[in-house]
Structure formats: structure tokens, C-alpha cells
């Protein structure tokens, strides 16, 4: 009896959940074409592992420096413009300085990444390459993230705009219009940010620095230690001898200067000076002037003093 008792509850309860999740499917239409997004995400996914057998190179940033020294300044910088519409690229910034008679211009130049490698080789041609440096950035995962973002994106627009149209009480449809504009916004900053790392990618960065210069350096060669220590020295010995030469160079220059705040100081110290003496000689007279009053006044006594006295003898 308790068995079957068990069983009925059992069968009960199983038709119980069963309901209910008929109800709560049919509670939530889903959206259109369901079936054929999981088909377009299965593919997406597909084509998203297409990338990995491509050639990095087509997903990696190149960049490279250089400095340059030239006897012809002009000519270098002329050479260098006419090289850039060779290779339909363009200078991003650019400027020019002269320090201390010597002049000096740089370039940031944007080149096709698959001529970059014949520029460099060719950099020899504009003059003498003291300093060459170049990197590579891979950015293939940044790349396969950033599509990924944007078919998740594109998949939540599909939904809300499912959503929207759906609906019918006004306060759903607005907060449906926020979080679409939303998703559309993330859209296309996505995008904007995939369209940046293309373009990095497309045309590589060349940094040049050119220096005009009236004798080219020379290689330098492997030094010994001693040698080593000895143009450390020397080296140091110059630096001095600059420091001096700038500082004589600035005591000169300021000089009058000083001249003038010294002479300005002395005559500041003699006015005190002589204010102190005038001070003194004032106070000087002050109680010279107050002894004689007082010798006066003892003397006036006195003689009065002297006067009272014959009287008085004279009375008795």
C-alpha cells in the first residue's frame, strides 16, 4: 500500500514540473530565426578560427627608428619626400630645429608595411645610420576579441529591436530605445577600434631623425678597458671644462647686474651708517645740552644759596 502510495506522489509531482515548463516556454516566444543565429554563430565561430591560418604578418604592428647624420641636409630631406610618394606613403608629423648652428629635422612616416622592409634596407642611401631600432606587436588576439565583441553586439541589437517590436506599454519601449542606442554606440567603437588597429597594421610607423652635420661619424671600434677608462676621462674632463666655460658664459652676462644690486647694497649700508651717526651726534647733544641746563640750575642755587646767607647773619 505505501509503495503505491509513493508511486501516485511520485507521478504527481513529475506532472507538476512538466507544466511548468510548458508554461514558462510558452510564457517567452523566442525570437525570429533562432535556429538560423545558433547556425550564423556556429559559422562566425568558424570564421573566426579563419584568421589563426593566415599569416600573422597581416596582424602584426611594425615600427623603426632611426637616426641619420648628412653633409647635404636639403638634398636628405628632398631624397626622403621623394621616396614617400614612391611608396604611396605620407609623413603623420613632422619638424625642424636649428641648435647651436647645427640642424636637425624629424619625421614620423607612415609606410606600407610590405615596402618597410626595402625602406630600411635602402636608409643607408640618405646618409649615415648611427642608431636603428625596430619592433613588432602582434595583435591578432586583439583583433579575434574585438570581432567577437561585435557579433555579440550585433546579436544583442537583433534581440532588442525583436524586443521593441514586440511591446507595447511606452515605459518598456523607451528603456528597450536606451539600451539599443547603447548597443549601437558600443558597436561602433568597436569598430572604430578595429578600423585603428587595421590602419596600424596597413602602414607600418617610421620614426627618422635627421642630422645635418659638417663630418660624419665614424664607426667605433671595440675598445680595451684601460682605453675605455681613459676617454671616460676624458669625456669627464670636457664636461667640466663646458660647465665652466657656461658658467664664466652666464657671469659674464649677468655681471652689470650684480655691478648694480653691489652699488645699490653700499648705498643702502652708507645711508644706515649715516643715519647711525646722526643718531648719535643728536643723542650727543641732547645730554650735553641737559648737563648744562642742570649745571646752570646747580649754579643758580648756589649763588642763591650764597645770598640767603649774609641776611640771615645780619638778622641775627
Not at 226 to 240: C, T, Y
Not at 247 to 257: D, K, Q
Amino acid at each position: 500500500m505505501r509503495k503505491l502510495l509513493a508511486l501516485l506522489l511520485l507521478l504527481v509531482i513529475l506532472l507538476a514540473a512538466c507544466s511548468r515548463s510548458d508554461s514558462t516556454e510558452n510564457a517567452v516566444p523566442p525570437p525570429p530565426n533562432h535556429g538560423q543565429e545558433d547556425d550564423n554563430v556556429g559559422n562566425e565561430a568558424h570564421d573566426d578560427d579563419a584568421p589563426l591560418a593566415v599569416s600573422l604578418s597581416s596582424r602584426i604592428i611594425h615600427t623603426a627608428e632611426a637616426d641619420i647624420e648628412t653633409l647635404e641636409f636639403d638634398a636628405t630631406l628632398h631624397a626622403i619626400h621623394l621616396m614617400l610618394n614612391d611608396v604611396g606613403g605620407f609623413i603623420e608629423h613632422s619638424y625642424m630645429r636649428t641648435v647651436g648652428g647645427r640642424r636637425r629635422a624629424n619625421f614620423t612616416l607612415r609606410i606600407p608595411q610590405p615596402r618597410l622592409n626595402s625602406i630600411i634596407d635602402n636608409l643607408g642611401s640618405f646618409g649615415n645610420i648611427t642608431s636603428l631600432r625596430r619592433e613588432a606587436e602582434n595583435v591578432t588576439a586583439q583583433f579575434i576579441d574585438t570581432e567577437a565583441r561585435i557579433t555579440a553586439l550585433r546579436v544583442q541589437e537583433e534581440r532588442l529591436l525583436y524586443m521593441l517590436a514586440q511591446t507595447t506599454r511606452i515605459a518598456d519601449m523607451l528603456e528597450l530605445e536606451s539600451r539599443l542606442t547603447e548597443v549601437r554606440f558600443d558597436i561602433e567603437r568597436q569598430q572604430s577600434q578595429l578600423m585603428n588597429l587595421q590602419a596600424q597594421v596597413d602602414y607600418s610607423t617610421l620614426t627618422l631623425t635627421i642630422f645635418g652635420v659638417a663630418e660624419l661619424t665614424e664607426p667605433t671600434e671595440e675598445r680595451g678597458y684601460w682605453q675605455q677608462m681613459g676617454e671616460d676621462f676624458l669625456a669627464v674632463v670636457r664636461g667640466v671644462g663646458r660647465f665652466l666655460a657656461t658658467a664664466f658664459r652666464i657671469f659674464i652676462t649677468i655681471s652689470p647686474v650684480l655691478v648694480l644690486i653691489g652699488l645699490i647694497t653700499l648705498l643702502v649700508f652708507r645711508c644706515i651708517k649715516l643715519v647711525n651717526k646722526i643718531k648719535i651726534w643728536w643723542a650727543d647733544k641732547q645730554r650735553a645740552a641737559t648737563k648744562k641746563r642742570e649745571a646752570k640750575k646747580a649754579t643758580k642755587a648756589e649763588k642763591e644759596t650764597a645770598n640767603n646767607s649774609p641776611n640771615e647773619e645780619i638778622k641775627e
